[in-house]
């Protein structure tokens, strides 16, 4: 059974950190891409970033390009997301999620973890 499970998340100052973390047991994720999406309060779930399993080829939404930086760690099969600079419009519920590589639809997702950034 897939499972991915996110941690880190908080309560952080404007201008502050975050790392959130998503530990993925159950299969192994050759040829998958791990993503990270958020939901704020009265909004729709929107993508973040991405990163294949590889660790090639990653991807930022306009948003966060150049605060937020993806990463993996194959041998803990984990995935990271650093979150620099964080400003108010980041607060959401941040959900990591994994789909084949071939394929556009993510078909694993966490549970989510709360990040509220103060103003």
């Known amino acids: 059974q897939v499972q991915l499970v996110e941690s880190g998340g908080g309560l952080v100052q404007a201008g502050g950190s975050l790392r959130l973390s998503c530990a993925a047991s159950?299969?192994?994720?050759?040829?998958?891409?791990m993503g990270w999406f958020r939901q704020a309060p009265g909004k729709e779930r929107e993508f973040v970033t991405s990163?294949?399993?590889?660790?090639?080829?990653?991807l930022y939404s306009d948003s966060v390009k150049g605060r937020f930086t993806i990463s993996r760690d194959n041998a803990k099969n984990t995935v990271y997301l650093q979150m620099n600079k964080l400003k108010p419009e980041d607060t959401a519920v941040y959900y990591c999620a994994a789909r084949v590589a071939t394929s556009y639809e993510y078909t694993y997702w966490g549970q989510g973890t709360q990040v509220t950034v103060s103003s």
């Open positions: 990163i294949r399993w590889s660790g090639l080829g990653t």
């Open positions: 159950g299969r192994t994720f050759d040829g998958y891409v």
